[in-house]
Structure formats: structure tokens, C-alpha cells
């Protein structure tokens, strides 16, 4: 399923991080009222009557000659690429400025639908100068205030005027996964090696894939969707110059997968960017495998030393498994598959709601938690309530009794006894009077 994008664009400081809260519904960007500070795009999945969307928010163009504005040009230019439909914030009291001008400019050429947004309207004399805006010569301008929270139903009913509702989606059963990473660990070679042909154009320049490519792969019979996120670099290597801007392609590519392959460069280890697609796999609940490439390269290979040091640079993917291939010469490349399909059936794993129980009272009368200010923590029944991932709910005396090393005790055991390597698992605790 794709979801259609949103970008909020606009000069520093008009609320666009503001207005981007209020339509995911979450606190995510930082709020300051220091122009510039929202200086990495954010990303997040917003929904509205049954409607579904991602939105991403951009740092203020501005037009002054600090080190930082290139860059943030060049992010929201990307942004506005992903974009179906942008939203081109500008400040109700301050009027027009140049910087909204070179907005302006960079939106026409885009060729996209654009909703003006003016931001900061909570009284009669801001209200007088939204005709001001007129002269930017776009079509739809909804008044708002991000503080106060007005004309937000007006601003979402413009933006999913030109959308299909979720229900009209095509449900595809295959089990689709995503190749993601940092440019130039061979994400491209990978999913080649994996087609055995030349489907995607590869070369050793970061940054030559153009845009996400779905594949369909036929393995035992069985038929799986690729998704390919080598990325978003209409501009050659300057988008990804600073590494997260290929961060959304990833993040829009983890959404559509069940489960993803994370590929490591072997030679170059493990740094930042990748613990933070890592992070946002995990928060999204999708299956994970990690992938070291490039392992042809290492002088004196060594699978279980290099698995222990993945194992502590990535403590919190302690159940994801770890192959460890070269795409350039295909060895070990039949390591892969195996995997996306186990991976496959743990993400969708049922576990009955008697086994459940005989585990988790057998785990809790190993591990009695200890008392806090007399009361200690009952779990009188569990079961399961969901999956990809799984997901399990214990019902209990008193949720905040539950202390979090318990709970990870507890997630061990049910790791301990029933087939769930990589995938995650949610554990929910409630008390039986909710």
C-alpha cells in the first residue's frame, strides 16, 4: 500500500512544526521560536477520516548566506520531489518577505499541488491580510492557527480532496521486504544478485539509483515484492552529501515492507545512521534481518567475532538474525532467503492462548517480582492479541507494578519458547478493572 505524501515547506519560523504536530497528532518536530531550528526533515504517517497520509516536515528556506541553508534547500527540495501535495506554510502576521518569494519560485517549478497555509490567524486584523497571499498565484489557501488549533478540518479536507481512501488499496498477500541501508553498501548488487540478473543499473558512485524500485522475486515457487530504497538522488551525490536525506526514502520503504533486510558495508562497520534506521524498523514493528555485505573484502574473516561486535553496537536487535555475504561475487548469497521466509512466518506467528499461559505462569513462578511498598505484581491470564509483530497482553493486578527489566525477562521467555527470531514483540499489560 502507498501512501500518498504531504511536505510542508515555507521560510524559518511561520509554525510549520507546529502545524505538523497538529496533523499527525504527535509531538515530533522540536519547537523553538528560533528561526532554523527544525533543521532535519521529519517524518511521520498522519490519518483523517479514512484517509491516510505521510508527512514529511522541512527546515525554513532561507535565503541568507549561512552554511546550513544549502543544505536545507536541498532537503526540501527532495521533500518536495516525495511530495504529491505541498503545503506551502507562510506567516499570517508578517506578511509576505523574499525568502517567501524563493519558496514561491522553487514550487512552481515543481509542477505539484500546492495548498498556501497561512499560519498565525487567531484574530480580526490577522484575518484582513490573508488576501495579501493571493499574489503568490496559487489556487487553494486555507487560514489557520497552528497554536489554537483553527481551521485544521478545512486544511485536511483540501489535502485529501485529490486522494484515494484506503479501503480502495489493492491487498497484496506477497510478503514484501525492503533493502535498506546507507548509500553505497550495495543495496542495488544485493537485490541483483538476489534477481541473478541486471534488473537495477549499479555503479560504485553513491547515489546513481533513482528512485524506489519494486521487484517481484520468485523463490521456491512462492512469489515476494523487493522493495529498493537505494534512494532519492535526482542531483547526483549532493542529496547525499549528509546522510539523512536517504533516512525517508528508508522510512517510506520500511512502511510498505512486512520485513526489511538493514545492509551493513562489512569493511566500513557499523556507525550512527544505521542504528537509526535500525530504530525506526523497530518502532514500526517490522520484521528485520541484518545483512553484512561485502564480506569478500575482509582480509581475515571471521563470522562470530564480527556477530558479537554487531551484537553489541546493536543491543536492542538482539533477535535479529545476521547473514554474511558478497553481492559483488554472490557468495553465500542463498544464506538470504531462507531467512526472509522465516522471518516471514514469525511476524505472523499465533500462539495458543494455553501454551501462552503455561509459559508465562511457569516464567513468573520462577521469577517472583519482588514487592514494591507491599504489592507485588499478579498476572492473572495472557493472551495473544495480534501480529506483525506479534503482540500479547497481560492481564495484571496493577500495570505500574510492572517494572521494565521484568518485562524484558518476560520477553525473553516467550523468545525462549516459541519461534520468534526476528521479528519484535509487543507486550501490553492491563488491569483486569479496564
Known amino acids: 500500500m502507498k501512501l500518498p505524501t504531504v511536505a510542508l515547506v515555507g521560510r524559518p519560523n511561520v509554525g510549520k512544526s507546529t502545524i505538523f504536530n497538529k496533523l499527525v497528532g504527535e509531538k515530533i518536530s522540536i519547537i523553538e521560536d528560533t528561526p532554523g531550528v527544525t533543521r532535519d526533515r521529519i517524518y511521520s504517517e498522519a490519518s483523517y477520516k479514512n484517509y491516510k497520509f505521510n508527512v514529511i516536515d522541512t527546515g525554513g528556506i532561507d535565503a541568507s548566506n549561512e552554511d546550513f541553508n544549502e543544505n536545507i534547500k536541498i532537503q526540501a527540495e527532495v521533500a518536495i520531489d516525495e511530495a504529491d501535495v505541498v503545503l506551502f506554510v ?20 515543481s509542477r505539484k499541488k500546492v495548498i498556501v497555509v497561512i499560519n498565525k ?43 484515494s481512501q484506503n479501503e480502495d488499496f489493492i491487498d497484496d498477500k506477497r510478503l514484501k521486504f525492503s533493502v535498506i541501508g546507507r548509500p553505497n553498501v550495495g543495496k542495488s548488487s544485493l537485490i541483483n544478485a538476489l534477481l541473478n540478473e541486471e534488473r537495477v543499473i549499479v555503479s560504485d558512485i553513491a547515489g546513481t539509483t533513482r528512485d524506489a524500485i519494486d521487484t517481484t522475486l520468485k523463490y ?31 522510512m517510506k520503504a520500511i512502511d ?18 544505521d542504528k537509526h534506521i535500525a530504530g525506526y524498523v523497530l518502532e514500526k514493528g517490522k520484521g528485520l534481518i541484518i545483512v553484512v555485505n561485502k564480506w569478500d573484502k575482509i582480509e581475515k574473516p571471521n563470522i562470530k567475532e564480527y556477530t558479537q561486535k554487531i551484537r553489541n553496537e546493536f543491543q536492542f536487535l538482539s533477535y535479529a538474525p ?50 514494591y511498598k507491599g504489592k507485588r505484581l499478579k498476572i492473572y491470564f495472557t493472551n495473544q492479541s495480534g501480529v506483525k509483530p506479534p503482540k500479547f497482553t497481560f492481564h495484571v493486578n496493577n500495570k505500574g507494578l510492572v517494572h521494565f527489566s521484568y518485562e524484558r525477562y518476560l520477553e525473553n521467555k516467550l523468545r525462549e519458547n ?12 492491563k488491569n483486569r478493572s479496564e
Open 90 to 109: 507562510v506567516d499570517g502576521k508578517e506578511g509576505l518577505t523574499s525568502n517567501d518569494y524563493l519558496v514561491r519560485d522553487m514550487l512552481r517549478n
Open 121 to 163: 490567524i487567531d484574530n480580526k486584523k490577522t484575518q484582513e491580510n490573508i488576501y495579501d497571499f493571493y499574489e503568490l498565484g496559487f489556487d487553494s489557501y486555507i487560514p489557520v492557527s497552528g497554536e489554537h488549533g483553527i481551521g485544521f478540518f478545512e486544511l485536511f479536507d483540501e489535502i485529501v480532496s485529490n486522494f
Open 322 to 371: 545476521i547473514v554474511f555475504v558478497s553481492a559483488l561475487t554472490k557468495k553465500r548469497i542463498h544464506t538470504i532467503m531462507p531467512e526472509v521466509l522465516k522471518v516471514g512466518e514469525n511476524i505472523n506467528r499465533e500462539i495458543s492462548t494455553s501454551l501462552l499461559n503455561d509459559i508465562i505462569n511457569e516464567a513468573y513462578l520462577l521469577n517472583i517480582p519482588p514487592s
Open 220 to 250: 521456491n515457487g512462492e512469489e515476494f515484492t523487493i522493495i529498493d530504497t537505494a534512494g532519492m538522488r535526482k542531483k547526483g551525490k549532493v542529496y547525499e552529501n549528509i546522510e539523512k536525506y536517504s533516512l525517508m526514502r528508508s
Open 418 to 429: 516459541f519461534e520468534l527470531e526476528g521479528t519484535p514483540i509487543v507486550l501490553q499489560f
Open 256 to 273: 510498505r515492507s512486512d520485513l526489511c533486510l538493514l545492509v551493513i558495508n562489512a569493511e566500513e562497520g557499523i556507525i550512527e545512521h
